[in-house]
């Protein structure tokens, strides 16, 4: 039997399988029973990742930081 290794592609089908099972509370084991997997250059492929969808929500990384930032520099003013 020959050795193989998962791509950077696999790996990321786990973690992203794995998450969507977190997030929505289900049973891990049958997205991996399901996982399509071919061999390549690279590695194992997987052919049909699972796709998580996150709210459609827009946040501004940027706004929340400062805000954050300034929340903070509030809260070491009101302690001294």
């Known amino acids: ?3 193989m290794n998962l791509s950077k ?8 399988a794995l998450q ?3 997030m929505e ?3 891990i084991v049958p997205v991996f ?3 399509r997997v071919k061999l390549s250059d690279e590695g194992l492929v997987v ?3 699972s796709l ?3 709210n459609e929500e827009v946040v501004d990384f940027e706004d929340e930081t400062e805000e954050g ?6 809260a070491t003013s009101e302690s001294a």
């Open 47 to 49: 052919q049909n990742p």
């Open 33 to 35: 029973e399901g996982f």
């Open 20 to 22: 969507k099972s977190l």
């Open 25 to 27: 509370q289900t049973d």
């Open 69 to 74: 930032e300034s929340t903070q520099q509030n």
């Open 1 to 3: 039997m020959s050795e």
């Open 52 to 54: 998580v969808k996150y």
């Open 9 to 16: 592609q696999a790996i990321g089908a786990i973690m992203m």
